[in-house]
């Protein structure tokens, strides 16, 4: 069976209700339809250090996350906008995925690129497209695969208070949206486990 992992950079400790929260589990949700298993982590949660090391040392708990990242074969990423651009905790996350450019598996591939990520962004401001196209990037280099149509967001009205997580139903858009993003994750994943990247030339 094939395994997502949703990372929640929300700047909420929990219990506090995230609106990224909602979207990623609603991501997670619609992956299940198609065969897939998840599990979600609010990474404020844990305390991971700067760095761009897979281990900071001095109570780093990146190194949880990083056996679970490495455990999934999906990796959902999701992020408020604050200011414009994703928030510190995702810019967080993809300076430690950093460290794994230096890390190969046994056939001398990086070990990140037979795996997939799509993304998640909301807000009360623009930034949406911005900020998916850095994660994009980001994740790209790193090894990560991005499917068609992998990334899904919802920006609010701008300047106003209402949250995704406060909306009485999911917009119609966004939810056929995360439908065609799990769709097509999940074909991917399948197909990167079944054919794998070659390996570089000796």
């Known amino acids: 069976m094939l395994r997502a992992l949703a990372l929640n950079c929300t700047l909420k400790p929990s219990p506090a209700a995230s609106s990224s929260e909602l979207m990623a589990q609603q991501v997670l949700d619609a992956l299940a339809g198609h065969g897939v298993a998840g599990e979600q982590f609010r990474v404020v949660d844990f305390d991971v250090k700067p760095g761009i090391q897979a281990d900071m040392g001095d109570g780093d708990e990146w190194p949880r996350i990083r056996e679970e990242v490495m455990a999934a074969d999906i990796l959902v990423l999701a992020t408020p906008t604050w200011m414009g651009h994703m928030s510190s905790v995702a810019q967080r996350v993809l300076e430690r ?24 962004v909301l807000g009360n401001e623009d930034g949406a497209h911005a900020i998916t196209a850095d ?18 967001y919802w920006n609010g009205e701008a300047m106003h208070t209402t949250d995704y997580k406060d909306l009485a139903e999911t917009p ?28 570089p030339p000796e």
Do not use: M, W
Request: net charge negative; no cysteine.
């Open 97 to 120: 995925l950093d460290a794994e450019l230096s890390e190969t598996d046994d056939e001398g591939r990086v070990v990140l690129a037979g795996k997939v990520a799509v993304t998640v």
């Open 172 to 199: 119609e858009k966004v939810a056929s949206t995360i439908a065609t993003l799990a769709r097509n994750a999940a074909h991917l994943a399948t197909v990167l486990r079944e054919r794998p990247y070659p390996a």
């Open 135 to 152: 994660l994009y990037q980001a994740l790209g280099d790193v090894g990560f695969t991005i499917p068609s149509q992998g990334g899904v």
